[in-house]
């Protein structure tokens, strides 16, 4: 049974964000590090997919976000996709104020843009279009180089808390 925690015909409700916050506190999303140029980077569940052919991902960052102006002047972005054990490194880049690299192992590519060394698979992207969507900016690129360095359960946020996937029996199908 669902409860309705927001109705138009209530005198009393919670906002729109805030039902988005609370709704999406229940959707599992894989945490991924970005970074750009500069150096400059952020912590972000809103990685996706977008188009195998071409091969396009997207990104999106809050546009009055610390590193926001650095995403505007990057040409390009790699997204690291974290595993079970980086959460310290979630944590690191999350927070503002900081200098999130330090500490951090990492290879610079000849364009300045910085890759993670020690997470389990990045992917580094070419940006072809940035879109303004309410308070964030989406960013989407194509793909053109990568990496796995190794099988790793992924790093999630789920209702607040970082966690790991559990594999799931498979499904039966003779029900």
């Avoid at 309705?4 to 991924?32: C, F, I, N, Q, Y």
């Avoid at 999350?94 to 192992?105: E, I, K, M, P």
């Avoid at 992207?125 to 194509?142: K, M, N, Q, S």
């Amino acid at each position: 049974m669902y409860r309705t925690v927001m109705s138009s015909r209530e005198g009393t409700h919670p906002t729109k964000a805030a039902l988005l916050r609370r709704t999406l506190r229940r959707h599992a999303a894989g945490v991924t590090v970005i970074t750009v140029p500069g150096p400059a980077g952020f912590t972000a569940t809103s990685f996706c997919s977008v188009s195998l052919d071409p091969a396009l991902i997207s990104f999106c960052v809050a546009a009055r976000a610390s590193v926001a102006p650095a995403v505007e002047r990057a040409d390009r972005f790699a997204v690291h996709l974290l595993g079970s054990d980086d959460a310290g490194l979630a944590d690191r880049f999350a927070r503002s104020g900081t200098d999130r690299f330090a500490g951090t192992a990492r290879l610079l590519e000849h364009d300045g843009l910085p890759i993670l060394s020690a997470v389990p698979a990045w992917l580094s992207a070419r940006i072809v279009a940035r879109y303004p969507a309410g308070d964030h900016v989406l960013v989407i690129g194509e793909v053109d180089a990568g990496g796995i360095r190794e099988e790793a359960p992924a790093l999630i946020r789920h209702d607040g808390s970082y966690a790991a996937p559990t594999p799931l029996p498979p499904a039966r199908t003779d029900r």
